[in-house]
């Protein structure tokens, strides 16, 4: 459906030569485009910056907003999920039956009605409560040196519920077949950074700009739940736990951790404003890796080159800048693995783990079950990125022409193993398991121009080349990903030599024309005529599982966009595609 967006803000903001202050507060309303998703938002901002004499400043960001954001409940879900649901629903089913509910083939629930499903979802509750910012110091000394600490950090207190009616049919003890899910928690999350800082020009042709800090983040989550199902009626007035079915109770409540601590360096250097080059190095550490693999050094080099500020290129008045430049780099990523990745951990309920070991048929005893298998030899996904290109503009802004071409390579790249089903349904772990390769040219065409004292255009053009290719695998050459839904019966493929979530399925060369042509293809499960015909892959006479074939990806070869602004006075306009 159309989404429309209002945006409102009110700012009140001063200052003076040694003070600043800045107060906003804001509402944001973004409908979605699926049907009773939003997201409202509501915040207030205070900013202020003192300087307590020449050499020492203090200042403070604080932020508080409340979030009301109603979304697709399942939508982090795999395959199974209310959007993926939208995709897979017949286009000619539907919304209401003869009767007027909701119509569905499914003989028990109606899950694959979407409308159903989302209009339900109305007085479901997503609220998010958020305080977060930063103070910091700093103060200089000895002319050259800046010595900066900034303390920040944000919590987060949440509350989620949802209901669903998702059958007609009764449960098997004849209550409403209804659900409730009611959970509550918070995240919480805080950052301490302290950098020293050098810079001095040396005569008239050198700079130099140092730095070196230290870091450490800490995080908190904690989460509360239950679930009932069988509530006697639907009525939003009697959507409390406590008014469903005692025996179908469930609940959980979980907390997790993780640290990162960082040193981090930096240095720039420029002569004569036409030649520079620039250098970090980082070492940084996180707890969600075991102790072997725990920390990685991540170093990056860059240089550029201002032609024009040659004297051989400054005659050419057409030419107003041109800069060369290259850079070569390597940086960490753990962001999505799990705190526990590292651990093997046992839990269970009485519907997966308790049993009957005295035979009582009354008094089931407490037992585990494996719910995450752990890799203590999982460690940091490094991603190693080369670029080389230039930047150019010409006479005077009308035109200006940005080229790179880059190739990023991730070494050790996390991804969730398959497990294989004999271990049950523990939670697989994150493991490094290969390397992936992206290449690509970037090319940004762009105009700006006055055509008079009132009127100004902005205009550019974004041109991207993409080609992803899967190097090595640790111990495989393919994998299927981990997960559930369509993906189990291995749509995509993960194979050395072919883009990463290729598309692997049966492909079609035609339709059967009549019997004559079924009898003299080669053996196909329930072929009749007017049906797809597959490739016979293998050249063994009939269609089996060893057919499949690579038959594309989701990766696009090419993308282009533009955006354009036009402004008129204190009037603009924009547009992009």
Known sequence: ???????????????????????????????????????????????????????????????????????????????????????????????????????????????????????????????????????????????????????????????????????????????????????????????????????????????????????TIDNYNQEVGGRRSGFFTNDINYRFLSNGDPASQSNYSAAGTSNLFSFISQADYAFKGKYFLKGTLRNDGSSVFGPQHRYGWFPSVGAAWRITEENFLKSLDWLTDLKLRASWGKTGYYGNTDPRNQFNLYGGSAATSYYDINGTSNSPVQGFTAVRLGDPRTGWQEDVVTNIGFESVFWNGILSVTVDRYKKKAKGLLFPVSLPAILGGATSPNVNIGEVQNTGIDILLGSKRKFSRDWNIDATLTLTTYKNKIVRLTDLNYFFPSGYGVQTVGLVRNEVGHPASSFYAYKIIGLFQNQEDVNKSPVQDAAKPGRFKYLDADGDGKITDEDRVFIGNANPKFSAGINLGITYKTFDFSNFC
């Open 1 to 215: 459906k159309p989404a429309f967006s209002q945006n409102h803000s009110l700012t009140v903001s001063g200052a003076n030569e040694k003070n600043k202050y800045l107060f906003s507060i804001g509402h944001l309303n973004q409908q979605g485009t699926f049907l009773n998703t939003y997201l409202k938002r509501y915040t207030v901002r205070i900013n202020t910056e003192f300087s307590l004499n020449n050499h020492i400043r203090i200042g403070e960001n604080l932020q508080l907003a409340y979030r009301d954001n109603s979304k697709a409940t399942q939508q982090n879900a795999g395959d199974v999920n209310e959007i993926f649901n939208s995709i897979l629903m017949d286009n000619i089913s539907p919304v209401y039956d003869i009767k007027g509910g909701w119509a569905h083939f499914n003989p028990v629930y109606y899950y694959e009605n979407t409308v159903a499903i989302r209009t339900q979802a109305k007085d479901n509750k997503d609220n998010y409560w958020e305080i977060f910012g930063n103070a910091y110091a700093e103060a200089d000394f000895l002319k050259f040196f800046t010595v900066r600490t900034n303390f920040g950090g944000s919590l987060v207190n949440y509350y989620s519920h949802n209901f669903f009616a998702v059958s007609y049919l009764p449960l098997t003890n004849g209550l409403p077949n209804n659900f409730l899910n009611e959970s509550s928690g918070y995240r919480r999350s805080r950052t301490w950074t302290n950098t020293l800082k050098f810079s001095k020009t040396f005569g008239n042709d050198h700079r130099l700009n140092a730095l070196a800090g230290i870091e």
